[in-house]
């Protein structure tokens, strides 16, 4: 269920002057883990293909409030520039349930697709909610998911 093979979980440069100063980075082995859900990594209306391909994460502490946050980058491409698509964030706790979602919607105007999902609060410092996980992926109508989880299965070797 879980995603690509091709994970990046990388902390990225940020100035903490640049977060505000109710912000601590978090070591990069403090983060959950990120993974892009294998049937929503592509998107596709008409003749207009969208992949995603890696996605990293930073996370941060707000000190104020101990609320852990996540920033997500993601990359991929898009056969047609200038098509909006629909991208999503969700944390999950540890029986897969939605603890938090957040989603964005682009215009790419390159057929490289890359965008940051803005920070969004995942959990809180020392609650059970700190080992979340988060995925990402388009966000897909439901024939879309369907076709998407028809060609994961067919890759897989499984029947229909």
Known sequence: MLGKQKVILAALGVSLAACGGGLDKVKENQCPPVNILATADS???GNVV???ETVELTCFLD???DALQAEVQVRGNI??????VSLFAAALNAQDEIVVRTQVKVTPSSPDLSLTIPKFAYG???AESARARVVVGFVL?????????RAYAAHLGLPE
């Not at 109508?141 to 989880?149: I, K, T, Y």
């Open 79 to 84: 056969s047609t520039p200038g098509q909006p």
């Open 43 to 45: 998107w596709q209306q």
């Open 50 to 52: 969208a992949q995603l």
């Open 141 to 149: 109508s439901a024939e879309q998911l369907a076709a998407n989880r």
């Open 63 to 65: 000190t104020k409030t």
């Open 124 to 126: 809180q410092k020392a």
